[in-house]
């Protein structure tokens, strides 16, 4: 029989052991917000830090608002934002802003976490592109 992700974790809390050793060996930068409609970050990895030089502890209860800037395309967030109150997928690129100041081109992806239909939070899966 062969085996699979879910037999060999099945009943066990090695899921979350499994996710967490993803999430913070990752070369993409990993964010995950909580539901709410303001979306606060619970959970940023070290290739976050690495790519905004936000440190992760400090950006906890803040909304990845804080990469926006004057030279965000406010279109690419209507976007986002249409996608999030549909429940949806979202894919795009615009310019966010190192904690520095130093602009970048953030391209990302926002995906929901559902349990049944219940969307418990969102990730993100983001790099410089
Ligand atoms: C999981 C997640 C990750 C996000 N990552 C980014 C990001 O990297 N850059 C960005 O400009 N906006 C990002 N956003 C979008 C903002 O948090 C916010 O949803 C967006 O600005 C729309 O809200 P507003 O119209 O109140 O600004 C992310 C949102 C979520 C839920």
Known sequence: MTSSLEKVFEGTNASLALLQVLAENSFDSILVTDASAAGKIIYANKAFKKLTGHEPADVLGQTPRI????????????RL?????????????????????TP????WRVLPIKVGKKIMAWVAIQREG
């Open 67 to 78: 990469l926006q800037g004057p030279g965000t395309d406010k279109k690419v967030i209507d």
């Open 81 to 101: 934002s249409g996608a999030l109150k549909a429940g949806g997928r979202f894919e795009g690129k615009a310019i966010n802003y190192k904690k520095n100041g």
């Open 104 to 107: 970048l081109i953030m391209h």
